[in-house]
């Protein structure tokens, strides 16, 4: 009885230790979490988390524009999984491209580099789920646009009268967000300029010319703006006329003395007067006079724009005795 006590004994250790080791190979085997990271061991963390993102950081900002002949790099980070040696795989659209590499760069990106990418990463027999994915937009450069400030400028031609301030202003039309690093040249020459506005103070001979435009953010260069011309001229002389026209004028009657200045037209004038007594606010290119006696005498206009004044005007001097009214 003693022998078979012992056999039975035995038989039900080897029984125990048979079972344990396949459950345990079992649990092993079926070591997968929801996210789809899995290993050989129970992992009892959150599997690490994987982003794309580009550079330069500007095309992040940018939401992934990226302009024919750029160089731009897709990016995958996962986040807890420092330390680890990790192999990359990275897929565009339904296409894997061959890389096992975290970063992915377009040396000079072209309009079928377009699409969304995604990575993933592995490390021995762990794996992560594909990263979210980004969307990379490929547009042609941007071509952009000089304009003038005050905007009266832009108005009349480009006409600039010497000791006015003006500002170039280099506008890149869908660049919004980007940093954008611009050149400015008059003719052939550089500015030193980098900013998108290039102010000239007190115009003189030498700022006259044609002013164009780039810019670069990167290494890449817009295509140049076209050439916009500023013309550099005295200030013009007014004229002071006597409406209407007639050579004699009676005493009771209504006339209009105006400024006129050939050429401004388009510009926004500011007009001063002699005698003082017509500068009343606001001030006005031409005045109505019921004509008096008190109203015998000189006058003359200039005009302003901006912090530039013309020359003052010849003078018109009227004469008034008894009930005639002369002007000469």
Not at 17 to 30: F, K, L, M, P, T
Not at 108 to 117: I, K, L, M, P, R
Not at 141 to 151: C, Y
Request: charged share 20%.
């Amino acid at each position: 009885m003693g022998h078979s006590l012992l056999c039975m004994m035995g038989f039900f250790l080897l029984s125990t230790v048979i079972c344990g080791n396949a459950e345990e190979h079992s649990y092993d085997s079926q070591d997968t979490d929801e996210s789809g990271y899995q290993s050989k061991e129970q992992r009892t963390s959150a599997p690490p988390k994987l982003t794309v993102f580009l550079q330069p950081s500007q095309t992040q900002l940018y939401s992934g524009v990226i302009y024919r002949g750029e160089t731009v790099t897709l990016r995958c980070e996962i986040q807890g999984g420092e330390g680890a040696q990790w192999t990359y795989e990275w897929s565009r659209g339904q296409s894997r491209i061959h890389s096992a590499s975290r970063e992915y760069t377009f040396r000079s990106v072209t309009v079928s580099d377009a699409g969304g990418y995604s990575c993933w990463g592995t490390e021995g027999s762990s794996w992560t789920e594909w990263s979210d994915v980004i969307t990379l937009t490929v547009l042609s450069p941007p071509k952009p646009t000089v304009f003038l400030q005050p905007s009266w400028t832009q108005i009349y031609s480009g006409v600039i009268y010497r000791g006015e301030t003006v500002t170039v202003r280099c506008e890149i039309h869908g660049g919004e967000g980007a940093q954008w690093t611009y050149e400015w040249r008059r003719g052939q020459s550089s500015i030193r300029e980098t900013s998108s506005e290039y102010t000239i103070s007190r115009a003189t001979w030498s700022d006259r010319g044609g002013y164009s435009c780039r810019g670069r953010r990167g290494s890449f260069w817009t295509v140049w703006s076209d050439i916009i011309t500023m013309t550099i001229l005295f200030p013009v002389k007014p004229t002071v006329t006597l409406q209407p026209p007639w050579p004699q004028i009676y005493s009771g009657e209504t006339v209009t003395v105006r400024c006129e200045i050939q050429g401004g037209e388009g510009a926004q004038w500011t007009y001063e007067w002699r005698p003082a007594k017509l500068n009343t606010p606001p001030t006005s290119s031409e005045y109505r006079i019921t004509v008096t006696e008190s109203d015998s005498g000189g006058y003359s206009c200039r005009g302003k724009r901006s912090f530039s004044w013309t020359k003052w005007s010849d003078t018109l001097t009227v004469v008034c005795k008894l009930d005639t009214f002369h002007s000469f």
